[in-house]
């Protein structure tokens, strides 16, 4: 997810770049960037209403009128869950009883907070944390990829969550292979080659790129896409999830985290003039086929993506917002407003993590922005909150930390509820629910959504 901002200098004839950004302009009122959205593609338009099924013991019960109260709970490097030290007990039994009961206090605190929606990271990199046939068990569970944590931590999650009235959706990174390129790192993804099933960096090398210090998989690999849409239809076909959500890590996984995929833009780059539209079509073509897949297995199961809260800026797009922040279409190679116009996804959830007062993405701006582009289509619109951020002082944006958040917060879930194109809110993320830093929020919310 994203943590930090990284500010575009404003065009004047000192950047050297007036008159490209005026090219691209032009370029984009004539092709990509009319205000008509264009025909669904994959996902059917919700005009059919299919009839009510009886309800299960287990199924959540918030009502599709109810908005998103979410939170975004992170597996990797242990963030929110598993406890740290639980891959330290001194059994087995005591690792499965740590994690599992604290996952269960987890829960149980946040349904007092008014919690509906759980996030839950299912696959921080290359590994699952779900009985896989295709990856590997995570070693955020035991300490080692591939070994057996004794239980199914995704099924938990489900029939706990369910239990309590809260929906799940399985958070994939989908092209992240491993966080750091130590040899320690590596010759723990070597040593699975034994394993059934072994880590994709083994038996796929070819795929395999540095991103920054970390191993992802290249994207312009046609079968490096289909390997990925597999594994989300294994989830998908086999656990009762409410929902599937991407982040925002396609092409960067951190700012100048250059991909060298030359030699994949030679042989699957032809008929694109510019590397950036090839780039750009490789995480369209995973989206569309996720989408599709997903419909085609079961189609009440929600698919979202949780970009990066600039589609564009103004400065170089007229269909932009007035911002100056790193953009996903340039950045990331994602055109996360065309996958809203053409109904690839049910719910798009936007990261803003600004506050009212940054210039330089105001919160206000980019929600109203974003709620324009949702209003003409069947796309629900959720918006990420930066939690990390609440009572945590900074130079650039020191309303987080007046009156402990609150006003900011507050400020931001009023603008969330007064634009009926919202439909919900998601907090990055769930153990800063449990931080000195943000008590008075934490309250606040309590009064607010609790029960």
Avoid at 66 to 92: H, I, K, M
Avoid at 107 to 130: R, S
Avoid at 152 to 163: I, T, V
Avoid at 310 to 315: D, P, Q, T
Wanted: with cysteine; glycine share 6%.
């Amino acid at each position: 997810m994203e943590f930090t901002i990284t500010l575009l200098p404003p065009l004047n004839a000192a950047t050297g770049v007036t008159a490209r950004a005026a090219l691209t302009a032009l370029a984009c009122l004539l092709v990509s960037c009319s205000s008509a959205p264009p025909p669904s593609l994959v996902t059917p338009s919700p005009a059919v209403t299919r009839p009510a099924q009886p309800a299960k013991p287990t199924t959540p019960t918030i009502t599709p009128q109810q908005p998103v109260r979410g939170v975004w709970l992170a597996t990797v490097s242990r963030l929110d869950w598993p406890p740290v030290n639980s891959v330290t007990a001194s059994s087995a039994a005591q690792r499965i009883a740590q994690q599992q009961q604290a996952l269960i206090a987890k829960l149980d605190k946040l349904k007092t907070l008014g919690i509906n929606t759980v996030f839950f990271q299912v696959k921080p990199d290359g590994t699952a944390l779900w009985r896989s046939k295709i990856l590997p068990w995570s070693d955020m569970l035991t300490g080692k990829i591939g070994d057996d944590p004794g239980y199914d931590p995704l099924q938990f999650m489900l029939d706990e969550a369910h239990k309590r009235g809260m929906k799940v959706h399985a958070w994939f990174n989908p092209y992240r292979v491993a966080v750091n390129t130590k040899p320690s790192t590596v010759a723990e993804l070597n040593r699975t080659l034994s394993l059934r099933p072994a880590s994709v960096f083994v038996l796929h090398p070819d795929w395999i790129r540095t991103a920054g210090d970390r191993y992802v998989l290249d994207p312009g690999i046609p079968d490096a896409r289909d390997w990925i849409t597999s594994i989300v239809a294994e989830v998908v076909s086999r656990y009762p999830v409410d929902g599937v959500q991407f982040d925002d890590y396609f092409y960067a996984e951190t700012p100048g985290s250059a991909l060298n995929d030359a030699q994949s833009f030679k042989t699957w780059g032809q008929g694109f003039s510019s590397k950036a539209d090839w780039r750009r079509h490789n995480t369209q073509l995973l989206i569309e086929q996720v989408s599709r897949t997903i419909k085609q297995l079961k189609p009440e199961v929600e698919f979202g993506v949780s970009p990066a809260g600039v589609w564009r800026n103004l400065s170089w797009d007229p269909a932009g917002s007035d911002t100056r922040g790193a953009a996903a279409y340039d950045e990331a190679y994602a055109d996360t407003r065309r996958w809203v116009q053409q109904g690839l996804l049910d719910y798009i959830a936007p990261q803003l993590y600004w506050p009212f007062a940054r210039q330089a993405a105001r919160y206000d701006v980019l929600a109203r922005w974003w709620a324009n582009v949702v209003r003409p289509t069947h796309t629900r619109l959720y918006i990420g909150v930066a939690l990390y951020k609440v009572g945590a002082a900074s130079k650039n944006e020191p309303d987080w930390t007046v009156g402990g958040g609150v006003p900011e917060l507050k400020k931001q879930l009023d603008l969330n509820d007064a634009l009926p194109e919202i439909n919900g809110t998601i907090l990055f993320r769930e153990n800063y629910l449990n931080q000195p830093q943000t008590e008075d929020a934490v309250r606040y919310l309590r009064s607010r959504w609790g029960e």
